[in-house]
């Protein structure tokens, strides 16, 4: 089914807005990461992506660095002064660990706006498609569990695993939460803040990747104790040389008593 062209438009002249124009031929089919496909953002511009048509009613956003630091705000636009759904994204190695979520966009149409709030120093590259679109898989929608207003639940995963899926939705009620993939005490890889004025309507569904060991998902529920939250994290992709023996480098610390002297 065709849909209708995407009109993409730029905060500021400067940049490769042909990128923009490649991305939005109808019929061709969303790329992967490619430089053809992501439109550069540097520090402190903003850059939005644009949907008239109704039948989009999902949109997937990927950024990435070059090994720098990913800092940066998305939200969606609905119509004048309404933003139905907003994040706050940090990634500490955006190459390492890139942002990849998905975003409900129903009742169109639907603006996509990413402003990047790091320096001039800290580029990143971002992407926006509206098919081939992640989805939970069947064990991650069969896995969510209550967290309370207030509360947060930890998943512990192991060095086998690449990366997790995490679905936070509501039922119907708003959605606060914060998303922190730690590696360490106190250390933070990854962070999302997180709001969506309907969980129900516009759950929130992203990929983050878990290189290395110790990795840790926190799920925490900002929103006061009359606003509960539903939530899952399962294992996306599991590495089959992990999962046969640890690889000792990089950040992997061996037997955890060390003060995690390994991490940098």
């Given at each position: 089914m065709r849909m209708a062209p995407l009109a993409m438009q730029a905060s500021q002249l400067a940049g490769p807005a042909t990128f923009g124009a490649v991305a939005?031929?109808?019929?061709?089919r969303s790329p992967g990461l490619t430089e053809s496909s992501s439109i550069q953002v540097q520090g402190g511009s903003l850059r939005t992506w644009s949907y008239r048509s109704t039948a989009v009613e999902q949109v997937q956003v990927v950024l990435t660095t070059e090994g720098r630091p990913l800092d940066a705000d998305i939200e969606l636009w609905h119509g004048p002064d309404?933003?139905?759904?907003?994040?706050?994204?940090?990634?500490?190695?955006?190459?390492?660990?890139?942002f990849s979520a998905v975003i409900e966009t129903p009742r169109g149409p639907n603006t996509v706006a990413i402003r990047n709030i790091g320096q001039i120093e800290f580029p990143l590259a971002a992407q926006v498609f509206a098919e081939d679109i992640d989805s939970p898989s069947a064990d991650c929608i069969s896995a969510s569990m209550t967290i309370q207003g207030g509360a947060l639940r930890t998943y512990p995963f192991s060095p086998s695993v690449d990366s997790v899926q995490v679905l936070l939705k509501t039922d119907g009620r708003p959605l606060n939460?914060?998303?922190?993939?730690?590696?360490?005490?106190?250390?933070?890889?990854?962070?999302?803040?997180?709001?969506?004025?309907?969980?129900?309507?516009?759950?929130?569904?992203?990929?983050?990747?878990?290189?290395?060991?110790?990795?840790?998902?926190?799920?925490?529920?900002t929103a006061p104790v009359e606003f509960p939250i539903t939530a899952a994290v399962v294992p996306q992709s599991i590495s089959e040389d992990m999962a046969t023996g640890a690889v000792i480098s990089g950040d992997v610390v061996v037997g955890g008593s060390g003060g995690f002297s390994g991490f940098r």
């Amino acid at each position: 089914m065709r849909m209708a062209p995407l009109a993409m438009q730029a905060s500021q002249l400067a940049g490769p807005a042909t990128f923009g124009a490649v991305a939005a031929v109808p019929g061709v089919r969303s790329p992967g990461l490619t430089e053809s496909s992501s439109i550069q953002v540097q520090g402190g511009s903003l850059r939005t992506w644009s949907y008239r048509s109704t039948a989009v009613e999902q949109v997937q956003v990927v950024l990435t660095t070059e090994g720098r630091p990913l800092d940066a705000d998305i939200e969606l636009w609905h119509g004048p002064d309404n933003t139905p759904c907003k994040m706050r994204v940090y990634v500490e190695d955006g190459q390492q660990r890139p942002f990849s979520a998905v975003i409900e966009t129903p009742r169109g149409p639907n603006t996509v706006a990413i402003r990047n709030i790091g320096q001039i120093e800290f580029p990143l590259a971002a992407q926006v498609f509206a098919e081939d679109i992640d989805s939970p898989s069947a064990d991650c929608i069969s896995a969510s569990m209550t967290i309370q207003g207030g509360a947060l639940r930890t998943y512990p995963f192991s060095p086998s695993v690449d990366s997790v899926q995490v679905l936070l939705k509501t039922d119907g009620r708003p959605l606060n939460a914060r998303i922190e993939l730690l590696q360490g005490p106190n250390n933070n890889k990854q962070v999302v803040e997180l709001y969506t004025e309907d969980g129900s309507d516009r759950p929130f569904f992203c990929v983050l990747e878990t290189p290395g060991s110790g990795n840790v998902v926190r799920i925490v529920n900002t929103a006061p104790v009359e606003f509960p939250i539903t939530a899952a994290v399962v294992p996306q992709s599991i590495s089959e040389d992990m999962a046969t023996g640890a690889v000792i480098s990089g950040d992997v610390v061996v037997g955890g008593s060390g003060g995690f002297s390994g991490f940098r």
